[in-house]
């Protein structure tokens, strides 16, 4: 294969460069595999060679099988205890509830805030490289809005733990098939359709947005070597995917 290749010392460190990446192991964790957009990443990763095994973090065990596919059944209240699984390459987090889900609303903040705050300090304290959040449009902390806040404040607290390299997913209304009725979802998403071509300019990133397109994204964007805080619009998202 090398008979007429110059051996040059520039050549040896690109062959040996070449043969270490793919000699490499990486891991990626994914907490809310069971989600809309987790469940697309999680069939994403699992059919792609570039990572070796995939940790997903789950309540119970999900129907799937697979040989890069780890399973560990966590309590999300007591994730301290699982701490030394919580190292690899890229730590995904698409946890999220809704307000009739999750009409506690101190739970609910558990859930959306709590939890992937948690996630991330681990990760940190672990030296996982990446950090993918899921957040929404229109996160802020100083919204009035208890759902918006909630985001915003979440975005904030995890940019402070200072992961090495993290992305912020801020996708508009998603689509694609839920596991659970949502009501509103299935009024505007056909809705959208028709709007959605009508949003232009600045507008744009309130246009709808399939999950398997937010989950393709996120992989992607964790196949790059960047280090520090990247926040993606809705119409962003569609262009990195």
């Known amino acids: 294969m090398f008979k007429h290749t110059i051996f040059t010392p520039q050549f040896y460190y690109a062959y040996f460069c070449t043969k270490l990446s793919h000699t490499v192991s990486k891991k990626a964790i994914i907490a809310g595999a069971s989600g809309l957009i987790g469940s697309k990443l999680l069939d994403i990763l699992l059919q792609h060679p570039d990572y070796d095994e995939i940790l997903v973090l789950v309540r119970k065990e999900l129907p799937i099988s697979h040989k890069k596919l780890v399973q560990l059944i966590v309590d999300f209240d007591r994730l301290d205890e699982y701490a030394a699984s919580i190292n690899g390459y890229a730590l995904f987090c698409c946890l999220g509830s809704t307000q009739k889900k999750t009409p506690d ?31 929404a449009l229109g996160a802020n902390s100083k919204s009035s809005n208890f759902y918006t806040k909630m985001k915003g404040e979440t975005e904030e607290d995890i940019q402070r733990v200072g992961v090495k390299c993290l992305h912020i997913y801020e996708p508009a209304l998603l689509t694609g098939n839920r596991k659970e009725y949502r009501l509103a979802e299935k009024i505007l998403t056909p809705l959208m359709k028709v709007l959605d071509p009508l949003l232009l300019g600045s507008w744009k990133k309130y246009r709808s947005i399939p999950a398997e397109t937010v989950a393709m994204a996120m992989y992607k964007q964790s196949l790059q070597n960047g280090e520090g805080v990247f926040i993606h619009s809705s119409d962003k998202i569609k262009l990195l995917a």
Request: glycine fraction near 4%; hydrophobic fraction near 35%.
């Open 105 to 135: 609303l101190s739970i609910y903040r558990k859930i959306d805030h709590d939890y992937p705050l948690k996630l991330a300090q681990l990760a940190k304290q672990n030296g996982v490289d990446q950090y993918h959040l899921v957040s």
